[in-house]
């Protein structure tokens, strides 16, 4: 069965750092376009950063609001996808989740088909 495992979340104060996790069985990440979302509630789940391989090497997305502070990571070796949070702020609290798809244009949800479980993220005001 195709599915994802998600860990890394927690409660972090502003200007501390997490590291999500998204272990993927049943299929070979590398294959697919993978991305990390966010969802708070009564909002829509939303693209965090998004990443896709291509013949000229990996081409990635960030949502402006993370530039620079956040890192999508594929491991290839352990079918992993990894999204490292630097410098978190108050308005990164959400639930994320990682996704995988065909490909991906936008990094948006409609774009995905398999998704992980979602993790709490916390950073407190």
């Known amino acids: 069965q195709d599915q994802f495992v998600e860990s890394g979340g927690g409660l972090v104060q502003p200007g501390g750092s997490l590291r999500l996790s998204c272990e993927a069985s049943?299929?070979?990440?590398?294959?697919?376009?993978v991305g990390w979302f966010r969802q708070v509630p009564g909002k829509e789940r939303e693209g965090v950063s998004c990443?896709?391989?291509?013949?000229?090497?990996?081409?990635?997305f960030y949502r402006d609001s993370v530039k620079g502070r956040f890192t999508i990571i594929k491991n290839k070796a352990h079918n992993t996808l990894y999204l490292q949070m630097n410098n978190l702020k108050p308005e990164d609290t959400a639930v994320y989740s990682c996704?995988?798809?065909?490909?991906?244009?936008?990094?948006?949800?409609?774009?995905?088909?398999?998704w992980g479980q979602g993790t709490q993220v916390t950073v407190p005001s």
């Open positions: 996704g995988a798809g065909p490909a991906y244009r936008d990094c948006i949800p409609a774009e995905f088909d398999y």
């Open positions: 049943g299929f070979i990440l590398d294959y697919y376009a």
């Open positions: 990443i896709s391989s291509s013949d000229d090497g990996d081409i990635s």
